[in-house]
């Protein structure tokens, strides 16, 4: 006991000796402002469809913002003019509007303007479903797109969260409440606030047009479309602004002040806009030990167009200021923009752009809404209830993304000119690839103007780097890329006989830069609460002092021995379900089993996280295991059933039945010994991902088979393009080619087999004949950028495109991987993908409960409530990839991406779990590894493989009871032999 107290008080002495000598609030330099106009750079015009930024930069002749519309021109949906398909198209009830049932096609309108000049366009709509992504939609005028963002105009739903304050649990922590969409029409002016806070600006000429609604993947309610004259905000020292403040009634100082819980919101546009639980001093509310949910955004409100809108009342008429406590320290160096609106209109021009700079320190600030001057902005607010909504707003680093974008379209076309001359297409991030090092070039003798077009990219490098400095706080990391990118460009045009040599650095520079194609948009903000305050008021204490976060840590600290930070359920007839996911996965897991299978059954269940799998097997070698496991990994369950740790699950009398619910494929990886041991959770698939705009403009089709892939290959590599296959994913090829991992007996490896040598080398020919990346540090970034515009993907890459880069919707598409043609024609597909399960283990006394249990989690409709849950506490990108069949056909993924994937995952099939199998995939990469970068006979390397692998599977099955110990086999093992594609049926 004395022993203990001794460390104790160590710890509090070094805990007071940190915060003794801690600055509160270490000064920075802060470079950028966040009201300046970033300086312009100079915009090239397009090639093909302008961006939005290009298209303002070379307008008509004389434009200007019409003016003679300042009251909207509605034109209700059923006074359209054409529409491309009436299948797709369907009255409302009550002449309410047209509902447009999502996939392609268009309505239209005629439309009369009275002169020429910039308009903006606007829509009344409403969600017609109920999934939780974005609304997409076209819009064209006189049937052409002006500008590519006119192709993906979003439009939000409208959320609230389902309580507030949120509910606890029995451990005294708040549960996150979910969101739930707020139906009703909605009226927008179109927006892009990746481009410009302000909406979009559509040009006309005097006289009649048509402008078009090009519907989306989702479907829509649209009750008018409306055009209207832009009426951008004027500054606050515009004549106009001081004359209205001044009729105000405007107190010299007042006590009035009221403080609202950011967490508290009235509305949001996304569910991924969440609440976050937050410990620091002088939060508000405080946690006090538990997980209370007191501030809302952080990396979950960074994308352009997403808002957060609150509502407050006012106690009369009169001049406000409002400001908001937030933390920025997500971003290096950059300022958080965000685009503030009072009752839908920004009454200022400054708060169509606030900047919340960085803080390095980790440390809360207060930010009031201000002029250029830093004085207060005078809201001018009547008596009563009103709202204020903070979108989130990149449009001030817009022109540095299209600039880095730019250049890294300049970049690769020079360095695919330089590769066609040198003959040296294999990209390396380590090597110069195959060119002959003793060979000298002459590169501008055979690419005139090198040194010119070379000195064109720093500059503009260059240029990008300084007008960071105008939305930066100091030196930034994008700011730091762009110049040594600038230097290494500069080393090699100053070298140029070293470039044949040194082309690894092209692909080194690409993929620094590259990475932040997806990262310089964002604009991360944390929010505690915001503050409506009469000039003069008092403001609340934001930052906290030595002593209040010295006895903050304090308390903590003593709190640290006697709450349980684990949150341990330990009911004693309750079943364990230990989980491998996150605590907000656990939270809802359980919430779900309290209100629908206790209920229903009667059966208590402690759901406890488990935050390392390792776990599970220092739980099994102590005795202390759950009655059920879910998170489970692919290789776990047979490792532990060779033990006798886990049930088999088909001595339960409708195992056949629940068995139903999943494909084979999924099911014979946990299948051993004419045992089965696992029921599968989730799923992963592979997909062919395309960017449809690139294909179209080089004449390709998405292919069919991996000849059809050889022959696009020229056509991709002398554009400058490449093709994307998983480098370490020989899985299909083996599968496509007819090979087994393994023999029919279980108990050798079959990869020496003709057909798995022929898979083999085809699978090792695209890096070595074909040239295709052997690696690619993220697939995302190059599809983005368009430099890899084709390639065969997971599903969390599919999710990742789909969500997190809206500028590309209605720019690519999805189709089954290519595969190998049969001698009848048919085209073989074979593709594994990530497996998780659940499983029940054989010491548990509660085993049909534990079945029960596992029959109702895995279950259509539980499984079809947990995947729309998570979804709405996480959003979109979150997708539940269900290994239920029926409820993924149920979740919402766009139409004809479900055929996609329904299609290809009728050819799943994994690896077979085995005694000792766990080298077989070691020696396939250490394989891979010696064909492809050592150039070693691919035959003779297999060989070598096969004997290993054999020589670690006898020695397990040894182990396990297969062979003797002088190698005599004393029972063989069954593998399910899946050879067709599944069409649905019985596994």
């Known amino acids: 006991m004395l022993k203990r107290w001794k460390y104790q008080k160590a710890a509090l002495l070094s805990i007071i000796l940190l915060f003794s000598f801690t600055s509160p609030t270490p000064m920075q330099t802060v470079r950028g402002d966040p009201h300046k106009e970033p300086k312009s750079l100079p915009i090239e015009q397009a090639d093909g469809m302008p961006t939005y930024l290009q298209w303002l930069a070379f307008p008509p002749s004389g434009a200007k913002n019409s003016s003679l519309l300042n009251q909207p021109l509605f034109l209700h949906a059923d006074d359209n003019s054409a529409m491309s398909d009436s299948q797709k198209y369907e009255p409302l009830a009550d002449d309410a509007g047209w509902l447009s049932k999502g996939g392609e096609g268009w309505i239209e309108w005629k439309v009369d303007l009275p002169e020429n000049g910039y308009y903006n366009i606007g829509l009344i709509y409403d969600s017609a479903d109920d999934h939780k992504t974005d609304l997409g939609l076209g819009i064209q005028v006189d049937g052409v797109s002006p500008y590519v963002e006119a192709q993906r105009i979003v439009l939000k739903r409208h959320y609230s969260d389902s309580v507030y304050p949120p509910v606890r649990d029995e451990f005294d922590n708040d549960r996150r409440p979910t969101s739930v969409e707020e139906k009703g029409w909605k009226n927008v002016l179109l927006t892009d606030y990746s481009v410009d806070p302000r909406p979009l600006k559509w040009y006309f000429t005097q006289g009649t047009h048509t402008i078009r609604v090009v519907s989306g993947r989702d479907a829509i309610k649209l009750q008018a479309l409306y055009v209207v004259s832009p009426q951008d905000p004027v500054s606050s020292n515009s004549p106009t602004q001081e004359k209205d403040q001044s009729e105000a009634v405007t107190p010299a100082s007042g006590e009035w002040m009221q403080k609202i819980e950011a967490e508290q919101v009235s509305l949001k546009s996304n569910t991924s806009i969440q609440l976050q639980s937050t410990d620091s001093a002088l939060i508000s509310p405080a946690t006090d030990g538990h997980i209370r949910y007191n501030t809302i955004g952080g990396d979950q409100f960074r994308r352009s167009g997403e808002w957060i809108e609150w509502e407050f009342n006012v106690p009369k008429d009169g001049i406000y200021h409002i400001g908001f406590k937030y933390l920025q320290a997500y971003s290096n160096n950059a300022y958080a923009y965000r685009t ?111 040194h010119e077009q070379m000195a064109v990219i720093i500059e503009d490098l260059s240029e990008l780097s300084g007008m960071l400095a105008d939305v930066t706080v100091g030196r930034s990391d994008i700011e730091n890329a762009f110049n040594a990118a600038a230097r290494d460009l500069a080393d090699l045009r100053d070298h140029p006989r070293t470039i044949p040599n040194r082309l690894n650095l092209f692909a080194t520079i690409q993929n620094n830069l590259g990475t932040w194609t997806f990262r310089m948009l964002d604009q991360p903000l944390l929010l505690d609460y915001l503050w409506i305050a009469e000039p003069g008021a008092q403001l609340p204490k934001i930052k906290s002092n030595w002593s209040q976060r010295t006895g903050h840590l304090l308390g903590g600290f003593f709190r640290s021995f006697t709450n349980d930070s684990d949150n341990v359920r330990d009911k004693p007839d309750a079943i364990d379900v230990w989980v491998n996911r996150n605590r907000d996965y656990v939270n809802v897991i359980q919430q779900l089993t309290d209100e629908e299978f206790t209920a229903k059954t009667g059966i208590p269940v402690n759901i406890n996280i488990v935050p390392d799998p390792q776990l599970f097997i220092l739980g099994n070698l102590s005795g202390r295991q759950p009655d059920v496991a879910l998170g489970v990994d692919a290789a776990m369950p047979i490792d532990f059933a060779t033990r006798g740790a886990l049930t088999d699950l088909s001595q339960f009398s409708d195992y056949d039945e629940v068995a139903k619910r999943f494909q084979p494929g999924a099911l014979s990886v946990f299948h051993y010994d004419k045992k089965d041991y696992a029921l599968p959770e989730i799923q992963g698939f592979n997909v062919l991902l ?298």
């Open 340 to 450: 503030i609106t009072i009752d839908g209109k920004s009454p200022f021009k400054e708060l169509q752009q606030v900047g919340f700079p960085y803080n390095s320190s980790w440390s809360w600030d207060g930010l009031t809404l201000s002029d250029e001057e830093d004085q207060p902005l005078p809201i001018r607010l009547t008596q009563g209830k009103h709202t204020i909504r903070m979108t989130v707003s990149s449009s001030p680093v817009m022109p540095v993304y299209e600039g880095l974008l730019r250049n890294l379209q300049k970049i690769g076309k020079l360095e695919q000119t330089i590769r066609k001359i040198t003959g040296n297409f294999e990209k390396s991030y380590r090597t110069g690839g195959n060119t002959d090092l003793n060979r000298d070039w002459d590169l501008e003798k055979y690419i005139p103007g090198l």
């Open 690 to 987: 395309y960017r449809t705009d690139i294909m179209d403009q080089l004449g390709l089709t998405p292919p069919d088979t991996w000849e059809d892939v050889l022959r696009m290959l020229p056509t991709l590599q002398q554009n400058g393009f490449d093709f994307y296959i998983p480098p370490k994913d020989g899985l299909p090829f083996l599968y496509q080619h007819g090979a087994s991992y393994y023999t029919a007996d279980g108990l050798s490896s079959a990869l020496d087999s003709e057909e798995a040598l022929e898979g083999f080398e085809q699978w090792t020919d695209m890096f070595n004949l074909y040239q295709m990346p052997k690696e690619v540090p993220s697939f995302y970034s190059h599809f983005r950028i368009g430099d890899i515009p084709i390639g065969v993907v997971d599903f969390n890459a599919y999710l990742q495109v789909q969500f997190a880069a809206p500028e590309l919707a209605g720019r690519w598409k999805i189709a089954p991987i290519p595969g190998v043609k049969q001698a009848d024609g048919t085209i073989v597909r074979w593709s594994g993908g990530v497996l998780q399960s659940g499983v029940i283990f054989q010491k548990s006394k509660k085993q049909q409960d534990a079945w029960e249990f596992l029959k109702w989690w895995t279950s259509t409709d539980t499984q079809l409530r947990f995947g729309n849950d998570i979804e709405a506490l996480y959003g979109p990108e979150y997708r539940w990839n269900t290994a239920n069949r029926e409820a993924f056909q149920l979740l919402p993924w766009p139409e004809q991406d479900l055929k996609t994937i329904s299609e290809q995952l009728q050819w799943y099939k994994e690896i077979p779990q085995l005694p000792g199998g766990y080298f077989t995939g070691r020696h396939l990469e250490i394989a891979w590894n010696k064909v492809v970068l050592e150039r070693q006979n691919p035959r003779v390397v297999m060989e070598q493989a096969v004997i290993d692998i054999n020589r670690e599977m006898m020695r397990k099955q040894v182990e396990f009871g297969l062979r003797n110990r002088e190698g005599e086999v004393l029972r063989t093992l069954d593998i399910p032999q899946i050879t067709q594609p599944w069409r649905g049926g019985t596994p």
